[in-house]
């Protein structure tokens, strides 16, 4: 039995303290705000973010960050564009060795840099990991068969993890390519984006397998020139999160993009989803990261157009068909 902190109480840091707790360990869920906590610790139910979800004993709640640390295992769940901030504020109360976890998916906002960079970067004596793969909040919550995949550079950080998390619905792999699985999670958003407006304009089945199978060529493509490992792309953090991400309606990023492939805008899709869109975001990571390393993104690249440039997605589509003619190239 495991003492851990996650920090973040949206649906994928609560859904995680569930699946925790489930396994017997004592799970400490901080919330930014104050309110907010003490409405988990009177409903037990995070009526917000996953509704009807029971939040059990082995789950207490808190406010204060120096309160939440002092554990086993931090596991970072807070939005993308706040992870800096909260690495640098966990910082002060952490103990040298301390293993931290991202669970997060995106890049930072102003740097471009990976999250587990980011991490590293503002709490120095931490050991650092990142988990990711397909894995729907509500499907976690719920005990549904899920497998993710945690990565670290750091010996025995990915190992100990695992230990924490594998239980009888929850089954982790390691990898040391943290590199490629933190990429894996954030560039598929992006595709997700995609895969949903392909949807709001009715464009079937056909065209979604063509942009998932081309999806993965391009975050392959980008992740190899990062110095990640070709093969990790084909895991859980690679093509099973797109998969998941792109055809399920538990995805906010496919959500968003039905609604802007119907006619939205960008903002009233992500007013209507309610919740942080991080393909979004990400967009602007990726065509940043396709430039300063030279990687042809496609896809990527009309993502951009229509999220930053108002750029009407009914145009998307005769660029992408009328491109060159040229082999099939998968990496």
Not at 49 to 76: M, N, R, W
Not at 212 to 231: D, P, S, Y
Not at 260 to 283: F, H, L, P, W
Request: net charge negative.
């Amino acid at each position: 039995m495991a003492n851990v902190a996650v920090i973040g109480s949206g649906s994928w840091g609560t859904a995680i303290s569930v699946a925790l707790a489930r396994s017997g360990h004592n799970v400490s869920l901080w919330s930014r705000r104050k309110e907010f906590t003490e409405q988990l610790m009177l409903e037990r139910e995070n009526k917000r973010y996953l509704p009807g979800t029971a939040l059990d004993e082995h789950i207490s709640f808190t406010s204060d960050l120096s309160e939440a640390c002092g554990k086993d295992l931090i596991v970072l769940a807070t939005p993308s564009h706040t992870v800096r901030e909260m690495a640098r504020a966990l910082n002060s109360h952490i103990n040298a060795g301390q293993v931290v976890v991202s669970i997060s998916k995106g890049f930072d906002t102003e740097t471009r840099q990976r999250l587990s960079e980011v991490i590293k970067e503002e709490m120095p004596n931490a050991r650092v990991a990142a988990m990711s793969g397909p894995s729907h909040a509500e499907e976690v919550a719920l005990a549904m068969p899920t497998m993710n995949v945690v990565a670290s550079a750091e010996g025995g950080v990915a190992e100990y993890i695992q230990s924490i998390f594998n239980s009888s619905s929850f089954r982790i792999y390691t990898s040391d390519d943290i590199i490629g699985v933190e990429l894996g999670g954030s560039v598929k958003n992006v595709i997700a984006l995609c895969a949903g407006i392909c949807d709001g304009l009715g464009y079937g089945d056909n065209a979604k397998a063509a942009l998932i199978t081309r999806g993965i060529a391009e975050i392959t493509r980008l992740g190899v020139a990062m110095g990640a490992k070709f093969e990790t792309f084909s895991g859980l953090s690679g093509i099973g999160d797109l998969v998941a991400t792109c055809t399920s309606m538990h995805s906010r990023n496919r959500r968003a993009g039905i609604l802007i492939g119907q006619g939205k805008t960008v903002k009233e899709a992500e007013d209507e989803i309610k919740m942080v869109v991080e393909g979004v975001k990400s967009a602007a990571a990726v065509y940043y990261l396709a430039e300063r390393y030279n990687v042809e993104m496609p896809i990527s690249r009309e993502a951009y157009r229509v999220l930053y440039e108002g750029c009407d997605v009914k145009e998307c589509l005769p660029r992408l068909m009328g491109r060159d003619a040229k082999p099939e190239i998968t990496r």
